[in-house]
């Protein structure tokens, strides 16, 4: 059953907002020349996970439009953990960082992947009209 009142009471945003913040924590040590390649695409990605998240939750009256954002997220989520790959192989961040920010993501999108192969559970019902 379904109890929570807003996105920001759901497990998966929670974990997603966690690691957009480590993200942004690691990134703050990224050269001045990735600033706006690589810093800001890792940044902008793990921001859009929460962002589709919270856009999910309000099209939860039409279980297509749910899932595609759900979708949405599971891709932004993905992308970071390319990013964050791109950044330890260019030796911006050591091993255990981004194994960190790899394992978080894969913990996300999981979630992610069983909120939308039990979509149902979290749509909003019509009200019957009496």
């Known amino acids: ?15 997603a907002m966690e690691l957009t913040m480590q993200v ?12 706006f390649v690589l810093t800001d695409q890792i940044r902008r990605s793990s921001r859009s996970v ?5 856009e999910a939750w309000r099209k939860r009256r039409y279980k297509a ?4 954002k759900l979708s949405d997220s599971e891709t932004e989520g993905a992308e970071t953990q390319v990013s964050a790959e791109i950044a330890f192989r260019c030796r911006y961040c050591s091993y255990e960082e981004f194994q960190q920010i ?16 039990q979509a149902d559970k979290w749509l909003i019902k019509p009200r019957r009209a009496d």
């Open 1 to 15: 059953m379904n109890f929570a009142k807003t996105y920001r009471d759901l497990d998966v945003y929670k974990n």
């Open 24 to 35: 942004f924590e690691l990134t703050k040590s990224f050269p001045t020349e990735e600033r």
């Open 50 to 54: 929460c962002t589709n998240i919270a």
């Open 65 to 68: 439009a749910f899932i595609s």
């Open 102 to 117: 790899d394992a978080g993501y894969e913990r996300v999108l999981a979630q992610l992947v069983c909120m939308a192969d």
